[in-house]
């Protein structure tokens, strides 16, 4: 990969028109690099500069600004399937909740497809290297070079997913202020060919110069925005003084790109500096609260650690042998992250934006209404069960997904003995959280898993070579005999009357008869043990060996994670 253009190292002239020193903070959108990245090895450009002009200048060449899943599929030379998945998860990362691709339906995506900038936009970051662990002495050196063969490779790959996680425990792995500061840097890095990719080419003063306008500038949304509050921050054009006093009834005038450029690495400076500053100030002190590094080794086993960030990400961490809850009222339209969770249950029974799972086991997590996109990754024997527009499964072992899905689930990385099923619960505000988030109960693509390549580009642990383009292994459909139906204990009170009381996902015939036959035979055998003429000595141990049967069947199947709801804490 061609390095990025070099920024100016020039200061301002203060006698100048140059803007003033910025006094705001610049923070990463999280969510492209976090759910919008894709172990596609078509989209790595050895020159993404170069290639992605290319593309805009190809597909820019119909005259349209949005481009659908045939013409994206022609110009990268990709499988139909491939482009659908760009476009789907292009949808659950942008910027702007007015764009017409995140409120289409999915039989109109490909015809409304994606506004090119954002697609180019999206296109670069697939070069993004995820932060390696903290123990490595230089991971921003590293962070952004092709993976190369290790003699560490036999040992990564025969760890489990949870062995790797934990023996690269909390305490070593990124925080939320490094994965910030490591993002601010490889935009500061990468911020001269990305103002390129949306920039226009003009002449003037005999030579050609490179401009941005008011809307070119705005795009720039998608992968950065002021303040703390994500969307509901500062716009980006009331923040550059260039655009600030713009009349909206007049279109702005264009600013060259190197006045944005300089503008833009000043204030992505002075936040990495302050990123810095927070970090050192948490070294040198106490963790606070609210802080979300903590190792969980230093916990209780016992104990759950939860605590919302300041851009509405809530963490839930360290539940263990216990039932955690968290309804709606607790959560306001926030992103949720469950950690290291062992041998419990789970419940966020809310509207949700994202959700990410990350390092547990033996645990049955239920996901409430996902608006944007589920990732698991790093989990064994866990079951989950979400209702959501999609779900990325990531490295996973022995795990059950009970899935409500618009979109195919998306499968990578290197995953073992994987099953997926058609939703099998509800609680009584479910379909009113489908709604407010956008998600469709007609549509439920949970059998259709889309399996990509075992290894992620995007990260930057070394791998084996040879093995880039191996395919991961999919997953299986339940059988419809050992399908069961999860109770949610009823939690709410003073419900509406529009309450939901059925699973709103029309289950299919297999899996309809075999619930059928199940409560069909429950019912006889409830009606045989009523009307049995035993004597009360008879009806005793008849009623010793089901509890004795039924208590081996709860930890069989790990149902007995469902009596922790009843235990308490």
């Known amino acids: 990969m061609t390095d990025p253009i070099e920024p100016s190292t020039s200061t301002s002239d203060p006698n100048s028109n140059s803007p003033p020193t910025p006094t705001i903070l610049l923070h990463p959108r999280r969510e492209p690099f976090e759910h919008g990245l894709l172990p596609i090895q078509k989209l790595i450009f050895t020159d993404p500069v170069q290639a992605l002009t290319q593309l805009k200048e190809k597909l820019s060449s119909s005259f349209a600004l949005r481009v659908g899943s045939a013409a994206l599929a022609d110009a990268l030379q990709i499988s139909s399937d491939h482009a659908r998945l760009i476009l789907d998860t292009l949808s659950s990362v942008l910027h702007s909740e007015s764009d017409p691709l995140v409120t289409a339906r999915p039989e109109d995506v490909?015809?409304?497809?994606?506004?090119?900038?954002?697609?180019?936009?999206?296109?670069?970051?697939?070069?993004?290297?995820?932060?390696?662990?903290?123990?490595?002495?230089?991971?921003?050196?590293?962070?952004?070079?092709?993976?190369?063969?290790?003699?560490?490779?036999?040992?990564?790959?025969?760890?489990?997913?949870?062995?790797?996680?934990?023996?690269?425990?909390?305490?070593?792995?990124?925080?939320?202020?490094?994965?910030?500061?490591?993002?601010?840097?490889?935009?500061?890095?990468?911020?001269?060919?990305?103002?390129?990719?949306?920039?226009?080419?003009?002449?003037?003063?005999?030579?050609?110069?490179?401009?941005?306008t008011i809307e070119g500038f705005e795009h720039l949304g998608f992968l950065i925005h002021f303040g703390d509050k994500g969307s509901e921050g500062v716009p980006l054009s009331q923040a550059a003084p260039f655009f600030a006093n713009s009349d909206p009834d007049m279109p702005a005038v264009p600013v060259l790109a190197s006045q944005v450029h300089d503008w833009l690495l000043e204030i992505i400076a002075a936040s990495l500096e302050h990123v810095s500053e927070k970090n050192s100030a948490k070294e040198s002190g106490s963790p606070s609260s609210s802080d979300q590094d903590i190792a969980m080794s230093d916990?209780?086993?016992?104990?759950?650690?939860?605590?919302?960030?300041?851009?509405?990400?809530?963490?839930?961490?360290?539940v263990s042998k216990s039932s955690y809850v968290k309804q709606a009222s607790d959560l306001k339209n926030?992103?949720?992250?469950?950690?290291?969770?062992?041998?419990?249950?789970?419940?966020?029974?809310?509207?949700?934006?994202?959700a990410t799972i990350y390092g547990c086991s033996d645990a049955t997590i239920v996901l409430g209404a996902v608006g944007k996109?589920?990732?698991?990754?790093?989990?064994?024997?866990?079951?989950?069960?979400?209702?959501?527009?999609?779900?990325?499964?990531?490295?996973?072992?022995?795990?059950?997904?009970?899935?409500?899905?618009?979109?195919?689930?998306?499968?990578?990385?290197?995953?073992?003995?994987?099953q997926v099923a058609p939703y099998n619960t509800f609680y009584s505000?479910?379909?009113?959280?489908?709604?407010?988030?956008?998600?469709?109960?007609?549509?439920?693509?949970?059998?259709?898993?889309?399996?990509?390549?075992?290894?992620?580009?995007?990260?930057?642990?070394?791998?084996?070579?040879?093995?880039?383009?191996?395919?991961?292994?999919?997953?299986?459909?339940?059988?419809?005999?050992?399908?069961?139906?999860?109770?949610?204990p009823n939690w709410f009170e003073g419900e509406p009357t529009k309450s939901t009381r059925n699973n709103p996902f029309p289950l299919p015939d297999p899996y309809f008869t075999s619930q059928q036959r199940n409560q069909k035979n429950l019912g006889e055998i409830q009606q045989i043990l009523r009307e049995a003429p035993l004597e009360e000595n008879r009806k005793r141990e008849l009623s010793c060996a089901l509890h004795v049967y039924f208590k081996d069947w709860l930890y069989a199947s790990g149902n007995i994670r469902q009596l922790y709801c009843l235990l308490g804490d």
């Open 110 to 212: 490909d015809s409304i497809g994606a506004d090119l900038r954002d697609l180019v936009l999206f296109l670069y970051i697939q070069s993004y290297k995820r932060l390696l662990p903290r123990s490595h002495k230089d991971s921003a050196a590293v962070a952004d070079v092709w993976p190369s063969t290790s003699a560490f490779d036999g040992y990564l790959s025969a760890l489990s997913p949870l062995q790797l996680v934990r023996s690269n425990t909390r305490r070593f792995m990124p925080s939320q202020a490094d994965e910030e500061a490591h993002q601010l840097s490889y935009l500061q890095k990468h911020l001269a060919n990305i103002l390129s990719l949306l920039s226009e080419h003009v002449e003037g003063e005999g030579k050609e110069s490179m401009v941005l």
């Open 299 to 318: 916990a209780s086993p016992s104990s759950a650690k939860a605590s919302q960030s300041a851009r509405s990400s809530f963490f839930i961490e360290g």
């Open 334 to 354: 926030s992103s949720v992250k469950v950690i290291n969770c062992h041998d419990s249950v789970v419940y966020v029974l809310a509207p949700l934006r994202y």
């Open 373 to 418: 996109a589920v990732r698991v990754e790093h989990c064994e024997r866990v079951h989950v069960i979400l209702a959501s527009k999609r779900v990325c499964i990531v490295n996973c072992r022995e795990c059950i997904f009970f899935l409500g899905v618009n979109q195919r689930p998306l499968i990578v990385g290197d995953n073992h003995k994987l």
């Open 429 to 488: 505000q479910l379909e009113e959280h489908m709604t407010e988030v956008g998600i469709d109960a007609t549509i439920n693509r949970w059998h259709e898993p889309l399996a990509l390549g075992v290894i992620d580009p995007h990260d930057s642990l070394s791998h084996p070579a040879g093995v880039a383009d191996a395919q991961t292994e999919s997953a299986a459909c339940l059988d419809p005999d050992q399908f069961t139906n999860f109770l949610i």
